[in-house]
């Protein structure tokens, strides 16, 4: 380690060693005792969208038209900078998948509160392809996946869909102006499974929807489903 900057070594020692004192994920300072992931200053900042099931919100204007779905809905509000892009740093780049199980309790208290929440039969995620997700070490949407499983009791099934190429998923500069037609990015090997259940599938953060668009037509042979859709965050 002695090529890197002491300044970094420091860094690196706090969020890798255990026996150190830790930091928030959101700001960077230093823990105190009995915080846990995120300092208490950051856990009040981060941007709540209190949507609900039972209201219509701008992700549901986002995406209307693009492809059948009954419900859209995200926990947080991403912006450019802050404490909800650290943690989405560290949750991506940096191994630190528990940022994933905490955003996934937090989702689930509140949708555990929410009345509208509809009977769910499955929980899909958004897959990564098998190389990224060797690289990464996860499917970032795992551990939330899993921690709506076991607060809502409705099954997290993670190879429901598949991702065809590593690619980056296009994102219309102009959402208007181009279709979401590479349906084939993402297959669904086992349509009838899915045929006339409930499926919330979930993402990390909306931004055009393409992701999401392309996801949802995988759907397309399977009878009588219904999607709803659920993400950590969306652009603001
Ligand atoms: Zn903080």
Known sequence: M??????????????????????CFGCEELLVPGEAQLCVFC??????????????????QALYGRFRFEKASALFYY???????????????????????????WHAQILSRDPD????????????????????????????????????GVPFSENVLRKTANTKTQTSKNRGGRQDSSSSLYILPQPDKMAFKNILLIDDIMTTGATLSQCAAAFKDSEGHKLYVLCMAVVA
Request: aromatic share 12%; proline share 8%.
């Open 43 to 60: 856990r009040h900042e981060l941007p709540l969208t209190h949507f609900s099931f039972g209201k219509e919100n701008k992700m549901d």
């Open 2 to 23: 002695s090529s890197i900057p002491a300044r970094w070594r420091d860094y690196l020692q706090f969020v890798f060693n255990p026996l150190l004192p830790k930091i």
């Open 117 to 152: 929440l509809p009977h769910l039969d499955y929980i899909v995620p958004v897959p990564i392809h098998p190389k990224k997700k060797q690289i990464r070490g996860y499917n970032q949407l795992s551990a939330y996946g899993k921690a709506l499983e076991a607060a809502l």
């Open 79 to 105: 912006h450019k900078t802050g404490a909800l892009k650290q943690c989405f740093q560290y949750l991506k780049y940096r191994k630190q998948e528990q940022i994933s199980t905490l955003l996934g309790q």
